[in-house]
C-alpha cells in the first residue's frame, strides 16, 4: 500500500527540520493566510509538504497557485491534474489559472514570466494572502546571479533571489526557505522517500536565457570547480554578502536624506560619501522622476546606462548644466541641487 501525501509530507519533514531551511524566510513570515506557488516540479512539491508538515496550525490558511502556461500541451495539463491530486489528498486549497494566448506559437521568457506574476498577484490579493512562499533554491541563486552578471547588474541585482522580499507598494511578502539547499539534494530526498513530482522537460531545451544558462553554464561550472569547492554554494555565500552590503548601502544613503519630498535630490547632503552611495541616491531620484512622469500625455522619461553614468558625473561635479532625459525632460544640476524639467 502506498504512503498518503499526509505520511509523505511527515517523512520529508523528519529529513528536513526547520533548523535546515533559510532562518530570514521563517522569521519574516507573517500572520494571515498563506500562499503557495505550486508548478508540480520536485522544488514546489517539497515547499509545500514542508509547509504543510512543519505547520500544522497554518493548514486550513494554507492556499496553493498553480498557473498552466499552455506551453506544453497534454504535459501542462498533466501538471495540473497532479497538482489538483496533491492539493485534495492535503486538504488544501488549489486555485488554477491558465495563459489566454491567441495564436501565438513562440513567447519570451519576460512574457511567461509576467503571465504567471500577474496571476499569483491576483489570486493573492483575492484571498487576502499576506506571504507567498516560492520553492526557489541554491541554483536559482547561480542562474540568477550569472543572468545578472552578464548584465552588469551591481549589489542589489546580484543578492537575488532573498529569502524574504516585498515587490511594488502593498504587495505580498515573498518568502523562499529553500535557499539553503541546491536543487540535487531535494530531488535525492523526494526520491528516497518515493515521492512522486513533475519533471518540466522543456527546462532542458535551450529556448530560453535561464535554461541555457542552467544547462550550458551551471552544471559546468560546477563540474570544473575542484573537489574542495562547491561552486553553487559558493554563489549562495556570494549571495547573503551581497545583501548585506546592499543593506549597508541602503542604511547609508538613508541617512543621507538627499532625497527630499517634492523629488529634488540634495547634493550637498552627499558630500563626502563613497561614490556608491551617490549612485544609490540617483537611482533613488531617477525612480521617483519614472513614477511621477508614469501616466503623463508626454510620457515618462527616458534614460540609458550611458546617460545614468554621464548624470552621474555631472552631479559628482556639481556644476551647473542642463542633460536631455528624452523628448520631454531635462536634469537641471544648480546650486548643490538636481531636479527634473520639462513634461
Known amino acids: ?44 512539491v517539497a515547499l509545500l509538504l514542508l509547509l504543510w508538515a512543519h505547520f500544522p496550525k497554518r493548514r486550513s490558511r494554507l492556499v ?16 495540473a491534474r ?12 488549489l486555485i488554477e489559472g491558465r495563459w489566454s494566448r491567441t495564436g501565438r506559437s513562440k513567447v519570451s521568457e519576460a512574457e511567461a514570466r509576467d503571465a504567471r506574476n500577474g496571476f499569483v498577484e491576483a489570486a493573492c490579493a483575492r484571498r487576502s494572502a499576506t506571504a ?19 548584465r552588469g547588474s551591481g549589489a542589489a541585482g546580484l543578492a537575488a533571489p532573498r529569502p524574504a522580499s516585498l515587490t511594488g507598494d502593498g504587495g505580498v511578502l515573498r518568502l ?24 518540466d522537460r522543456s527546462n532542458q531545451t535551450g529556448q530560453y536565457l535561464r535554461n541555457r544558462v542552467r544547462r550550458d ?22 549571495r547573503e554578502l551581497l545583501e548585506e552590503d546592499d543593506t549597508a548601502l541602503e542604511a547609508w544613503t538613508d541617512r543621507c536624506r538627499a532625497l527630499t519630498a517634492g523629488g529634488k535630490l540634495n547634493l550637498v547632503r552627499l558630500q563626502g560619501a563613497p561614490r556608491a552611495v551617490w549612485r544609490r541616491a540617483l ?30 558625473h555631472g552631479i559628482s561635479e556639481g556644476k551647473a548644466q542642463r542633460i536631455s532625459l528624452g523628448a520631454a525632460y531635462f536634469a537641471r544640476i544648480r546650486q548643490g541641487w538636481l531636479s527634473r524639467e520639462g513634461g
Open 176 to 199: 523562499r526557505p529553500l535557499l539553503t539547499l541546491q536543487k540535487r539534494d531535494i530531488a535525492a530526498q523526494l526520491k528516497k522517500l518515493g515521492i512522486p513530482f513533475r519533471t
Open 132 to 150: 507567498l512562499w516560492l520553492g526557489q533554491q541554491q541554483d536559482d541563486i547561480a542562474e540568477t546571479m550569472l543572468m545578472r552578471l552578464a
Open 283 to 312: 537611482q533613488r531620484w531617477v525612480g521617483r522622476q519614472l513614477r511621477d512622469t508614469q501616466k503623463s500625455p508626454r510620457g515618462s522619461f527616458r534614460l540609458s546606462r550611458m546617460g545614468f553614468e554621464r548624470l552621474l
Open 217 to 238: 553554464v551551471v552544471e559546468t561550472w560546477q563540474k570544473s570547480a575542484d573537489s574542495q569547492r562547491d561552486a553553487v554554494a559558493g554563489a549562495a555565500l556570494s
Open 1 to 44: 500500500m502506498k504512503p498518503s501525501w499526509a505520511d509523505r509530507a511527515q517523512a520529508l519533514a523528519e529529513q528536513v527540520p526547520l533548523r535546515d531551511l533559510h532562518p530570514a524566510a521563517l522569521a519574516a513570515a507573517p500572520s494571515g493566510r498563506w500562499a503557495v506557488a505550486l508548478s508540480g516540479g520536485g522544488d514546489s
Open 82 to 93: 497532479f497538482c489538483h491530486s496533491l492539493c485534495a489528498a492535503l486538504g488544501v486549497e
Open 64 to 79: 496553493a497557485l498553480h498557473f498552466d502556461h499552455r506551453l506544453r500541451g497534454a504535459a501542462s495539463r498533466a501538471d
